[in-house]
């Protein structure tokens, strides 16, 4: 077929998430010229990993999520990545507050509202820990009105349903930050996408799935085939972005890139117990998190929440993992298999050796019953009842498997852009804290894949005013940090009591 039978556009995005709804955005206020269109393989965006029900919600500032603060072999605990996570979150919020300001999306309460951020630890070398990250992070000036307690009385203040039941001798401590979020990542994208088809030469389309993906020149060739109807058609794209979420790692492995060789895929499931009881979810207003078990992955930390959907609040505790070897909530039980390859074996063959204890953990997980599963939910709120809670299943998410030189393969927890030397393509893999750091994600592939126009004095300025200061800077200058977090809290309606 002649390649004048495809279509030209500038930019596809693939998958209507999140991310792509981001990027998508960013671009247009950055180049209301550039035409693009996003193509979703569902039958409508936000479905997957954005959808409000499969994830946690968690506006992630490293306020409460222990896991982002690891003690070294000399006791210290290294606020590295906490730092930076906080500072990352606050340039999300800067683009919401800029979109908000603009009437581009709806008003805040519909997706983003005060929630405090809270950890909470059981026995003594759990609050010897939390009391040194406090200590640790109070330093910063991110995290100066944190506030901390081992007293029965103040936790059950913050978080009355975690104290009534519990055994009085055991021991207890809790850290609480005022000016937590949670977030309906679903309904955000969603206005996004919107905001976007309003533009000029910007469209989302449903129901299409990429079965292609070819070098042609300085860009690339999609063909796309609708699922509904069976029809093909071709699109010539100067650039294209796999923002599939757990679809990404198949496409990245279409597109033959060499930057994409040695990547593997290990898929999680996840569940929540979920009440929606107006008794029980009024007592708790907070997203409470602990500490994983000894030997589980990162993302088995276990946290009680309260999420806020639709305007109704309800409260969610997990996550329980589950093992499936499908990519997708809605993809297919061949999409790991198919994911091997000559390339990406020895990584995942590492990974599989290296990571005996995480195989036992999900086969238990797997294996819980109801009974076993609120068990583990008394060890928050000891007076909970089976009769107010129900089983939520979660997104899948897509853990990273990667070449590493000394071991073979790692798996790796987290987030990785992997795009072309020339920029023309770009993946996302992987997963928390994605959703909550997404602009910051998005922000570093607009610098790498085009990073001509990202010095240019046009787009410079454009940045400029959406993000007053960027995240390396509100990481280092505290009375900057105060001045923009102050101005993103007003504009999104977060200084206001819910």
């Known amino acids: 077929m002649a390649h004048n039978d495809y279509q030209s556009v500038d930019v596809v995005l693939v998958g209507a998430g999140i991310m792509s ?3 998508g955005v960013l671009l247009k206020e950055l180049n209301p010229g550039i035409t693009l269109e996003v193509v979703e393989l569902r039958e409508s965006g936000a479905v ?32 590295k990545k906490s730092v930076t996570i906080n500072a990352q979150f606050e340039e999300s919020k800067q683009f919401w507050a800029y979109l908000i ?26 609050i010897a820990f939390l009391k040194k990250r406090f200590e640790a992070l109070r330093q910063h000036h991110a995290f100066t009105e944190m506030e901390y307690t081992e007293d029965r009385a103040t936790i059950a203040e913050w ?8 055994d009085a001798s055991e021991p207890l401590a809790m850290t609480r930050v005022q000016a937590g979020t949670d977030v309906n990542f679903g309904a955000v994208t969603e206005q996004m996408l919107a905001y976007l088809t309003s533009q000029p030469n910007a469209k989302v389309t449903c129901n299409q799935k990429v079965t292609d993906l070819k070098r042609d020149g300085e860009g690339w060739l999609v063909d796309i085939k609708d699922t509904r109807s069976g029809a093909t058609r071709k699109l010539k794209s100067k650039f294209v972005f796999l923002g599939a979420g757990g679809g990404a790692l198949p496409l990245l492995q279409l597109s033959g890139i060499p930057e994409g060789k040695g ?58 993992a589950g093992f499936t070897t499908k990519f997708l909530k809605h993809g297919s039980f ?13 990584p995942m063959l590492a990974v599989a050796r290296d990571n005996m204890d995480l195989t036992r953990y999900l086969i238990k997980e797997v294996m ?62 992987g997963a928390s804290p994605g959703a909550s750091v997404t602009v910051s994600i998005m ?36 009375e900057r940090y105060r001045e923009v977090q102050t101005q993103s809290n007003k504009r999104l309606q977060l200084d206001v009591p819910s």
């Open 101 to 126: 300001e603009k009437g581009a999306i709806n008003a805040p309460k519909t997706f983003i509202n005060p929630v405090p951020h809270m950890s909470f630890v059981r026995g003594n070398s759990g």
């Open 21 to 23: 709804a981001t990027l």
């Open 159 to 166: 978080a009355p349903l975690l104290i009534p039941g519990r």
């Open 368 to 429: 819980q019953s109801e009974a076993q599963r609120l068990e583990t939910l008394r060890g928050f709120y000891p007076q909970a009842k089976a009769e107010d809670w129900r089983l939520e299943v979660a997104g899948q998410r897509v853990q990273i498997i990667k070449k590493d030189a000394k071991n073979g393969g790692i798996l790796q927890f987290g987030t990785e852009l992997v795009a072309a030397a020339d920029g023309t393509i770009a993946a996302l893999l």
């Open 48 to 79: 997957e990993s954005s959808n409000p029900w499969n994830n946690a919600g968690t506006g992630h500032a490293a306020l409460c999520e222990l896991n982002y603060t690891p003690e070294g072999a000399d006791g210290s605990i290294d606020i």
């Open 334 to 346: 061949l999409d790991l298999p198919l994911s091997v390859r000559p390339n990406n074996l020895g």
């Open 263 to 320: 990547f593997g895929g290990f898929p999680v499931s996840g569940q929540w117990l979920r009440c929606d009881n107006p008794e029980i979810v009024k007592q708790h207003q907070a997203k409470v998190y602990s500490q994983a078990a000894v030997g589980s992955p990162p993302m088995s930390v276990p946290h009680l929440d309260t999420r806020v959907v639709d305007g109704k609040k309800s409260l969610l505790f997990g996550p329980y």
């Open 443 to 478: 922000l570093d592939l607009i610098r790498r894949c085009f990073p001509e126009q990202a010095r240019s004095e046009g787009w410079r300025s454009k940045l400029d005013e959406i993000f007053p200061a960027m995240a390396d800077v509100l990481s280092k200058d505290a």
